[in-house]
């Protein structure tokens, strides 16, 4: 198939980016590494009659560290994080995740803020980022605000981002003290998007007890989900098999809301929820002793 017929900008700076979204209004969309966009195009699932292409936006494609904060531009390709060592000693937890984005040839051209912009239910980052308590940065003409991750995906494909804005920049804040972080997804085959998968960010103190958990699940509801049921057993109680079975449980009864297709039941899925929520957790209680 090819793409219904569009006007195409490629402008160099932010600011012009941000004036053609704003003259062209919701005819333009944004194209970041085109890995979900052009195939929509291709299949007329999307038809933007403007093309504005952020590739020569160089300002929006860094990885910058300081004051313990990481902070990604929009632009950046999943493979420079996923290979960043800034990254993988700050946040460990998106390296572990990204292999799991499709192939490398997907990740070299896929960007971090085109992954998050698009929201699929299945993707990986928004559970990362969501686990990482992460600030998005959404910028328009009128400036920027931050919007924390958890609050960033409203829905199906849909996100908290206007028209006329752009996704500029993820902040990771610092990793905390005591902390450790899991990632694991099942899929039918390595790269495919996942029948379910977890993210995990947990915190201790020098007693051991958990004080803080951050869990979040994909590909079982309509967008990446915060399992606050789970996180709420784990808190102020010493992790032990046991009370992570009850939190993984918690998770996959109440916290999560999957939907049955062609690939996997939503019985199914609530059974891979609660046994890679259980891993998860498992691995990352670990890490954080
Ligand atoms: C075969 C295949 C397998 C894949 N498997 C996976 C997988 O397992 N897991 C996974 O997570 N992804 C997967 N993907 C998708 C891939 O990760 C995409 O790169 C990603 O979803 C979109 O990023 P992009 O930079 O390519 O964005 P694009 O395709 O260019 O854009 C996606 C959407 O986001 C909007 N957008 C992009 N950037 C911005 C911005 N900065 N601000 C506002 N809006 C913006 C665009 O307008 C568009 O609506 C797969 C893709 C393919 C082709």
């Known amino acids: 198939m090819k793409p219904a017929p569009f006007e195409y900008f490629r402008p160099r700076t932010l600011d012009e980016a941000l004036s053609l979204l704003a003259e062209h209004g ?14 929509a195009m291709n299949f007329r699932l999307a038809t933007p009659a403007v ?14 560290h ?16 996923e290979r960043s060592a800034v990254v993988s000693d700050q946040a460990p937890l998106i390296g572990e995740a990204m292999p799991h984005i499709a192939h490398p040839a997907i990740r070299n ?6 992954s998050l912009a698009h929201a699929d239910p299945a993707a990986e980052l928004p559970a990362v980022m969501m686990a990482l308590n992460a600030r998005l ?23 908290s981002i206007l028209p006329g804005e752009l996704l500029t920049e993820i902040v990771i804040p610092a990793r905390p003290a005591r902390s450790g972080y899991a990632f694991e997804e099942i899929s039918r085959r390595h790269g495919d998007f996942a029948l379910a ?26 967008r990446a989900l915060l ?5 709420a057993v784990l808190t102020g109680q010493r992790p032990s ?19 049955s297709d062609i690939h996997a039941s939503a019985r199914y899925r609530r059974q891979l929820a609660n046994v890679l929520t259980r891993r998860v957790l498992t691995r990352a209680f670990e890490r954080a002793q």
């Open 51 to 64: 093309l504005v292409d952020l590739n020569g936006v160089g300002e929006l494609d860094y990885i910058r």
């Open 26 to 39: 919701g005819d333009a969309k944004p194209l970041a590494g085109g890995q979900s966009l052009i195939p």
């Open 66 to 81: 300081s004051a313990g904060e990481i902070r990604i531009g929009g632009m950046t390709r999943q493979r420079h994080a």
């Open 137 to 159: 940065a959404v910028t328009g003409k009128e400036g920027t605000r931050e919007v924390a991750a958890h609050e960033f995906f409203t829905g199906l494909f849909s996100t």
């Open 241 to 259: 098999s046991e009370l992570i079975r009850a939190a993984a449980a918690a998770a996959a009864a109440s916290d999560i809301d999957p939907s």
């Open 197 to 222: 998968g977890v993210a995990a960010v947990v915190q201790v103190n020098g007693d051991g007890v958990c004080t803080g958990a951050r869990i979040a699940l994909l590909s079982v509801g309509d």
């Open 109 to 114: 051209r896929g960007t971090v803020g085109g």
């Open 227 to 231: 399992a606050e049921r789970a996180a």
